[in-house]
């Protein structure tokens, strides 16, 4: 849909009466979006159906064979030092790995929650480390990567949860990066594709941490391979996947940062998800009308999944996402502090646990 500056002065009126932590006014800066070029008939919607909804290890337990539920508790256990953190209270990205664990980054707690619904179990990364996490990814091998929003670095864990390193540091509080967002793994070189908002790049580094590539310019811009604002990353199939929120776009690139391809969308803000599935599709979602707009791979406007509508789900800002098994969709509620399990209608049968 096309939005004009009316409404898009509407849009902006309610994100600075609802601007989510972390981010100032200008991270909502929204260009007036262009009209997509696709046209013609959209396909019928394969309606997404409620799952379930999770916050915190009791969500865990209710799952759980009852045998289990000691283990949630010892696994969950804080120190004795440390104030009990097991609820979800400003969450903000979600990813798993392969053995079906879900990672929850939780800047308001400043954890990582992990819940392992397949096993009954509840836990904490490492919290050796104080992290404030905004984004997630893992790699082929299970290490997870979180971009830290106060130490403005990355930090490294291993398979086991255990806090490895840090990359992106400089010395004392110096970081390479100025404001380190969404991020993505490229398992065929090892290479993090980290998008740097507010310095309007996405910056390549190797596992080590040293300098790859980089892409955009300060101050931002609009042209081809140009950024304002980029906040998401996902790497599928050999492409680069980058929201560019300000210029309200997605830009496709290969691996190597070569501009393949742009997608228009209606809208997109600082907490905007992004997600591809197995075929290749792309999911967007959209925090003000709660609402997930999915495209193919070239561009072509799918269908929109309207989660305001999607009976027993009671979801009020759709903001992270991640897609499991290509049919488990998982929408973060940065309002109500939930996670929400879908099941896409229409995809691959899957169970969505």
Sequence with gaps: MSVGKPIGCLFYFFLLCGIAP????????????????????????????????????????????????????IIAGPKDDEPRVDTLQSPAAITADSNGRLFVADRGAKVIHVFDFARGKYSLLDRGQSVTPIALAVDNHDNLYATDELSRTIFVYDPG?????????????????????????????????????????????????????????????????????????????????????????????????????????????????????????????????????VFARDGRRLYTFDLANVKAANLTQAAGLWISQGSCLYVVDAQKHFVDLFRISGQDAQTCQ
């Design 161 to 293: 949860g255990k806090f490895r390193r840090t990359l992106g540091k400089l010395g004392g509080d110096e970081s390479y990066f100025e404001s380190p967002a969404g991020i993505a793994v490229d398992n065929t070189t090892g290479n993090l594709y980290v998008c740097d908002m507010h310095r309007h790049m996405i910056i390549v580094l190797d596992k080590r941490g040293r300098l790859v590539a980089k892409a955009g310019k300060r101050g931002g811009g609009n042209l081809p391979g140009d950024f304002k604002l980029p906040t998401q990353a996902f790497i599928h199939d050999g492409e680069l996947f980058v929201l560019d929120a300000g210029n309200t776009r997605i830009q496709v690139f290969d691996t190597a940062l070569h501009f393949r391809r742009a997608i228009n969308l209606a809208y997109a803000d600082g907490r905007s998800g992004l997600a591809v599935d197995n075929q290749g599709n792309i999911y967007v979602s959209d925090p003000v009308l709660d609402r997930i707009e």
């Design 22 to 73: 972390g981010f100032a006014a200008e991270d909502y800066a929204v260009a007036d979006p262009v009209q997509p070029a696709q046209t013609g008939a959209q396909p019928v919607s394969p309606e997404p159906s409620f799952v379930r909804a999770f916050s915190s290890a009791d969500d865990v337990k209710k799952t759980s064979h009852p045998i289990l539920d000691r283990s949630v508790d």
